[in-house]
T-cell receptor, first 114, second 115 residues
Framework: GAGVSQSPSNKVTEKGKDVELRCDPISGHTALYWYRQSLGQGLEFLIYFQGNSAPDKSGLPSDRFSAERTGGSVSTLTIQRTQQEDSAVYLC????????????FGQGTRLTVV | KQEVTQIPAALSVPEGENLVLNCSFTDSAIYNLQWFRQDPGKGLTSLLLIQSSQREQTSGRLNASLDKSSGRSTLYIAASQPGDSATYLCAVIRYSGGGADGLTFGKGTHLIIQP
């Protein structure tokens, strides 16, 4: 596609349920990032994939959070046993790794845990 | 560890003014630097990318400069308009192994242009 696509755009889930958020990066982009943004707050780094290298998971807030990137393209962020404090907008971005490394963001998934 | 600071945190000016947003970073070994804007409830929109070998980039009324040695970038907005009201974010693209290796964001400048 022309841009970074995230789905779903909105997700309401009950506390304790698992959720999966999807990110389709721009074709050919080797770098993929996940961030989250709570209401009125700045961006919080979660995880970064770079080509075939081991991902940088240093931003994941707990072991309930995990992410994978299959075939160097689509990425899924999974949150297990959701808590109310997980409510936020989850943003995905992708870029090339060399030369023009302009990063492009998707419109995000707004997660609400009730 | 790379840290990015943006000053001011918030700015409110009358329409028509020229203004400067500041971004500083602690590690000058960067690959590139990128400026974004974020409108309320929206994702981030890329404004300008400055490659580390460049000193500035221009797009319309926006001009971004980069001084790697001093760890600074500025975003200049000419003839500001109410539609420029948004949060402006600076992101440093880290350098490792000859290529880009992750983004580090500042906390942003919340800009309001008064009609």
């Amino acid at each position: 596609g022309a841009g970074v696509s995230q789905s779903p755009s909105n997700k309401v889930t009950e506390k304790g349920k698992d959720v999966e958020l999807r990110c389709d990066p721009i074709s050919g982009h080797t770098a993929l990032y996940w961030y989250r943004q709570s209401l009125g707050q700045g961006l919080e780094f979660l995880i970064y994939f770079q080509g075939n290298s081991a991902p940088d998971k240093s931003g994941l807030p707990s072991d309930r959070f995990s992410a994978e990137r299959t075939g160097g393209s689509v990425s899924t962020l999974t949150i297990q046993r959701t808590q109310q404090e997980d409510s936020a907008v989850y943003l995905c971005a992708s870029s090339y790794s060399r030369g023009n490394t302009e990063a492009f963001f998707g419109q995000g998934t707004r997660l609400t845990v009730v | 560890k790379q840290e990015v600071t943006q000053i001011p945190a918030a700015l409110s000016v009358p329409e028509g003014e020229n203004l400067v947003l500041n971004c500083s970073f602690t590690d000058s070994a960067i690959y590139n630097l990128q400026w974004f804007r974020q409108d309320p409830g929206k994702g981030l929109t890329s404004l300008l990318l400055i490659q580390s070998s460049q000193r500035e980039q221009t797009s319309g009324r926006l001009n971004a400069s980069l001084d790697k040695s001093s760890g600074r970038s500025t975003l200049y907005i000419a003839a500001s308009q109410p539609g420029d009201s948004a949060t402006y974010l600076c992101a440093v693209i880290r350098y490792s192994g000859g290529g880009a290796d992750g983004l580090t964001f500042g906390k942003g400048t919340h800009l309001i242009i008064q009609p």
